[in-house]
């Protein structure tokens, strides 16, 4: 039972460059989630997928989309990447969103874009 | 998220007791949680509150809350060196009741 599995776990970008980073879960989850971590800033939401089909903005969206390809995998792409971009981004899934269900995370993915 | 607020660092000795403490502002959150990330890896829940509850034991973590002052607390008694992480305190909130994070107060625990 892998959980929540990102790939790549490091990637170095230039700017304008475009990328997707991938996340798939197997727990049979409703809802997954992109966050971007940085310094003194904790996690913010970026987009997430209350269930199969659907997809929101977060707190944070500018300069990302999103794909919920099946009800495994959930994509984040940038399009065109920027300094302001660099931050380890998380995925995470919930079995849905109810009031208390927990969050799974994966390990996280480093994006450096120079 | 910046609606959640926490101190960024926290030195303990080991054996010692650790209190992190958080406070949030959406009255209307009746879920809180506390996250740990170790080094490296993702986010992993450590342990919940709902809001009607003022205190939540669970080993030797201790989560107290202050909903008047929306002030959550995580007391870790007889702290360990593996216990060095950083430590979330979240709300949920909104239609999708989603997860809001606080900045993580990164606690090191001194042998």
């Known amino acids: 039972n892998a959980g929540v599995t990102q790939t790549p776990k490091f990637q170095v970008l230039k700017t304008g460059q475009s990328m997707t980073l991938q996340c798939a879960q197997d727990?049979?989850?409703?809802?997954m989630y992109w966050y971007r971590q940085d310094p003194g800033m904790g996690l913010r939401l970026i987009y997430y997928?209350?269930?199969?089909?659907?997809?929101d903005k977060g707190e944070v969206p500018n300069g990302y989309n999103v794909s919920r390809l099946n009800k495994r995998e959930f994509s984040l792409r940038l399009e065109s990447a920027a300094p302001s971009q660099t931050s380890v981004y998380f995925c995470?899934?919930?079995?849905?969103?109810?009031?208390?269900?927990?969050?799974?995370f994966g390990q996280g993915t480093r994006l450096t874009v120079v | 998220g910046e609606d959640v607020e926490q101190s960024l660092f926290l030195s303990v000795r080991e054996g010692d007791s650790s209190v992190i403490n958080c406070t949030y502002t959406?009255?209307?959150?009746?879920?809180l949680y506390w996250y740990k990330q170790e080094p490296g890896a993702g986010l992993q829940l450590l342990t919940y509150?709902?809001?009607?509850?003022d205190m939540k034991q669970d080993q030797r973590l201790t989560v107290l809350l202050n909903k008047k002052d929306k002030h959550l607390s995580l007391r870790i008694a007889d702290t360990q060196t593996g216990d060095s992480a950083i430590y979330f305190c979240?709300?949920?909130?909104?239609?999708?009741?989603?997860?809001?994070f606080g900045t993580g107060t990164r606690l090191t625990v001194i042998p």
């Open positions: 995470a899934s919930r079995t849905g969103t109810g009031l208390n269900t927990e969050a799974f």
């Open positions: 727990m049979n989850h409703n809802s």
């Open positions: 997928s209350a269930s199969e089909g659907t997809t």
């Open positions: 959406d009255s209307s959150s009746t879920y």
């Open positions: 509150i709902f809001s009607n509850m």
């Open positions: 979240a709300e949920s909130k909104g239609g999708a009741n989603n997860l809001f």
